[in-house]
């Protein structure tokens, strides 16, 4: 028979206590912190859905093989296994460990951009176009034009916009060193992208002669998308899927603490045999020697580990599910999100859901302190406070007014999302009493870190 509750594939071995605050302590603590929910200690946090990055719960499996961890300086065979698991997944020649996602990207921009250099991708998440910039080029975010529509519904809003991408490399040649398309697509919603779409973007690199890059952060959950919703993938499993999608591409960046499944890691995979040297020699200048690269033995092998698991596809049809589960009782009481709901996290349009606040009072990060405030659910403002400063100083509105709620993997179970639904759904009845905040101080780069705010009024 065919049941259609999904349950946690899993059972819960450890657990972890969550101090429960008053609605004046947390009032108190967002003063304490600046109004800025990343200097929150993390004890006084209820539910925290900040980031899915590195805070999912690893298996038994992956403790086990902790265990197993040799910390040989070079050469250990915890890096063969970790090099075996990426390879088998990626099919890349040179498989290079980094401490973390970032650091994968600092390498590869450092060895490929100069002053003047364009970055087209579907949409950059921060860091990523922090570390282009750093390089004094320029990330051109190129999504499809369905991307900017919180509410459309179409099954690849993740993807790149090809025309746009075809124009950028004919009217920049030798500006554009690579390209890439992030999957699934974070800034713009969690959005997936197609093989479709992936297929024909390398189509257009090779013609130019560019190279293709996947940020690869949840490539896992962006298979199971296409087996899902592509036609002809059906009957494919996510490890082919992803085979095929990783085919396509000449390298990719990867933090291991998202669909690796991990508290910490990440890589850098690609092909070109004078670019991985470029990038080995950059890795040992600032991360470890080659085969650590500033990672623990035991944590390659918990990645080794996790690169397997998630892609299970129970895994992944309970990860996807709980996700639209919130998205589906948000919509039905008509709270404006993204839709449809991505893979790792549910995203309010803050801009639709407060109007009478400006872009210039930063609605969503707003929203976001509201959720704090009202049932201690932490979460993240993708807007103008993340995204509006520009490389030259100014200001802009960012394309969307986001507050993203990530899950991280494997911690949290249905009562919590029960929870997390009753206190959007509060903050959803007061809405009109909400005023926006302003800036009181800020560093010039990744402001939205350690940003100091003020409701406005107070």
Not at 37 to 55: K, R
Not at 158 to 180: C, F, K, W
Request: some cysteine.
């Amino acid at each position: 028979m065919h049941f259609k509750t999904i349950i946690e594939p899993f059972r819960i071995k450890t657990v972890e206590p969550i101090r429960q605050t008053t609605r004046a302590e947390r009032e108190q603590l967002l003063r304490e912190a600046g109004y800025n929910l990343f200097l929150l200690p993390a004890e006084d946090v209820l539910i925290d859905l900040l980031t899915d990055s590195g805070t999912g719960a690893m298996s038994s499996g992956q403790w086990a093989g902790m265990m197993l961890g040799d910390e040989s300086y070079a050469g250990a065979k915890s890096f063969y296994k970790f090099e075996a698991a990426v390879r088998r997944i990626t099919g890349f020649k040179h498989i290079v460990p980094t401490h973390q996602g970032r650091a994968a990207e600092r390498i590869l921009f450092g060895s490929l951009l100069k002053p003047g250099d364009i970055v087209p991708n579907n949409t950059h998440f921060d860091t990523t176009r922090a570390n282009v910039e750093y390089r004094h080029a320029e990330a051109r975010d190129i999504p499809v034009a369905e991307a900017r529509d919180p509410a459309r519904v179409l099954p690849f809003k993740g993807n790149i916009d090809l025309a746009a991408l075809e124009q950028t490399l004919s009217d920049h040649a030798g500006r554009v060193p690579l390209a890439m398309i992030t999957v699934t697509n974070n800034s713009g919603g969690g959005q997936p992208v197609s093989m479709a779409n992936i297929r024909a973007a390398s189509e257009v690199c090779r013609r130019h002669g560019v190279l293709f890059f996947l940020d690869a952060c949840r490539f896992a959950e962006n298979a199971w998308f296409i087996k899902t919703r592509e036609e002809g993938y059906a009957d494919r499993t996510p490890l082919e899927i992803a085979q095929e999608m990783f085919s396509y591409a000449d390298g990719c960046t990867m933090s291991a603490k998202k669909d690796g499944m991990a508290n910490i890691g990440g890589f850098l995979a690609l092909n070109d045999d004078a670019l991985a040297e470029r990038c080995k020699n950059m890795l040992i200048l600032t991360e470890g020697f080659p085969t650590y690269g500033g990672l623990a033995g035991y944590d390659l092998e918990a990645i080794a580990v996790g690169l397997e698991e998630v892609l299970h596809e129970d895994y992944l049809q309970y990860r996807v599910r709980s996700v639209a589960y919130l998205g589906d009782i948000l919509t039905a009481n008509g709270v404006p999100i993204v839709q449809p709901p991505g893979g790792h996290a549910v995203y309010i349009d803050a801009r639709t859901m407060l109007p009478h606040i400006p872009a210039s009072q930063y609605p969503a990060w707003a929203l976001s302190l509201a959720l704090y405030l009202e049932g201690g659910i932490r979460s993240v403002e993708i807007g103008s406070v993340m995204f509006g400063r520009q490389p030259d100083g100014s200001e802009k509105p960012a394309a969307m007014e986001l507050v993203r709620m990530a899950f991280p993997r494997r911690v949290y179970t249905q009562s919590h999302v029960d929870y997390l639904a009753e206190v959007i759904l509060y903050v959803n009845s007061i809405k009109d009493s909400l005023r926006g905040v302003r800036i009181v101080s800020a560093p010039e780069v990744l402001r939205h870190f350690s940003a100091r705010m003020a409701w406005l009024g107070a």
